[in-house]
């Protein structure tokens, strides 16, 4: 956090009284910055919320940048930013970097998120199950035709790997395997959304928000856990009240439990205004006993 002052200074002779000299020093309030970066996931909602900030509170500029979750945890390690957005928790190896380099990582849940899965407009597959998914995400299935759709080559969709949408997946759907080496890395949600509706084989997973910000150009597959349980589509009801699987919550972190500006913006985020700003932009709330926990912890 970053706090800058602006100084004017005016000389006025007045000759009439002997050229005494009066200097008039004009101090506008700090200007306080806020470095927030990380998850491609967050990257709006932490603009909507950072835009609402400051409308409120004139002093104080939020510079809010994405690159994923991977890549915000190693700024804030670095001492670079004051919050790291993520869509996945901290790893042990990542803790311990952390430790290593004096920074004490706090973690704030501040949304809940489910993961769609799209294909393009033109498929007919409905509905697919954890194993499917798994299937083709790891390779072991590679045809639209061993999943109930017209033969064509599966072509697939996913993040980068500094991407915690890509680890919670990777753990989640796949449990662990190795993604197929011939997935298609996007830096961005919005990339693999563009690249599904342009791709009539294509298969991506992404933010609920993204995918809902388009749902008119491509299909949002409905899932299953199992391949006799029933398969629902990532509402916000559903993702609320556990019945889609692929569901998880969005974290902050900060270098300790934060000071100032910081500590405010962050109660700003877990205010109702904040949760509202979630619910706006397609996320879901926190459940109000996590919330309350969250606040309780922030004293």
Excluded: C, H
Aim: aromatic content about 8%.
């Amino acid at each position: 956090m970053r706090t800058n002052s602006m100084i004017l200074v005016s000389i006025g002779i007045l000759a009439i009284l002997g050229a005494a000299g009066y200097i008039w020093i004009f101090q506008q309030p700090n200007t306080v910055q806020i470095q927030q970066k990380g998850s491609d996931t967050l990257l709006v909602l932490a603009q909507n919320w950072a835009e609402a900030y400051m409308s409120k509170n004139k002093n104080v500029e939020i510079v809010v940048s994405g690159g994923g979750s991977g890549t915000g945890i190693s700024a804030l390690i670095n001492k670079q930013i004051d919050i790291a957005d993520a869509s996945r928790q901290m790893k042990e190896k990542e803790k311990d970097a952390a430790a290593q380099a004096g920074v004490n990582p706090i973690e704030w849940k501040v949304a809940l998120d489910g993961i769609s899965i799209i294909v393009n407009k033109e498929n007919d597959v409905n509905e697919l199950s954890y194993e499917q998914l798994r299937g083709i995400y790891n390779g072991s299935i590679v045809n639209w035709s061993e999943v109930g759709s017209p033969d064509a080559t599966i072509v697939t969709y996913g993040r980068q790997s500094t991407s915690g949408t890509y680890v919670y997946f990777n753990e989640e759907v796949l449990k662990e395997d190795d993604y197929r080496a011939d997935m298609n890395q996007m830096a961005g949600n919005a990339d693999i959304v563009e690249a599904v509706i342009n791709d009539p084989s294509g298969i991506g997973y992404v933010g609920v928000a993204y995918a809902e910000a388009r749902k008119n150009e491509l299909k949002i597959v409905s899932v299953k856990l199992k391949a006799t349980s029933t398969a629902f589509q990532p509402t916000v009801e559903n993702i609320a009240d556990g019945k889609y699987p692929i569901s998880r919550y969005l974290y902050v972190y900060t270098d300790g439990i934060p000071k100032g500006a910081v500590r405010d913006y962050l109660k700003f985020i877990l205010s109702t205004e904040g949760q509202s700003i979630v619910e706006s932009v397609g996320y879901i709330p926190l459940p109000s006993s996590i919330l309350t926990e969250q606040i309780n912890k922030l004293g």
